[in-house]
């Protein structure tokens, strides 16, 4: 059997006055720990709503299922933490709800 592609689809409702500084420090502060625990970023999307509103799709490859499962276990337990919480907290302004997906292809 081919090995399928996984894909973590994340999508935030952003505040549009912020974008460009919560593009910036997610790129920063962020994606570094996506990349060193074996995310591989394919992408970021933006759709501005109107007004004060947004959404950004952020999507990531992994090798397979299990290792994406991995990334998710090892990040949630990180905001368990002092430092994740304080991460969460820097985020908070930017942010008004965060939506996740995994996606495995078809064939």
């Not at 990531?60 to 991460?87: K, N, T, V, W």
Request: charged share 25%; net charge negative; with cysteine.
């Amino acid at each position: 059997m081919t090995q399928r592609r996984v894909l973590l689809m994340t999508k935030v409702d952003a505040v549009w006055s912020r974008i460009d500084e919560f593009h910036e420090y997610w790129r920063t502060h962020n994606l570094p720990f996506w990349e060193q625990n074996g995310a591989r970023h394919v992408g970021s999307f933006v759709n501005y709503l109107g007004g004060s509103k947004s959404q950004i799709l952020r999507l990531f490859e992994f090798d397979a299922l299990e290792q994406c499962h991995r990334f998710l276990a090892l990040r949630e337990s990180m905001f368990d933490s002092d430092p994740g919480r304080e991460q969460m907290a820097r985020l908070h302004p930017y942010l008004e709800r965060i939506e996740e997906s995994v996606w495995i292809s078809a064939y």
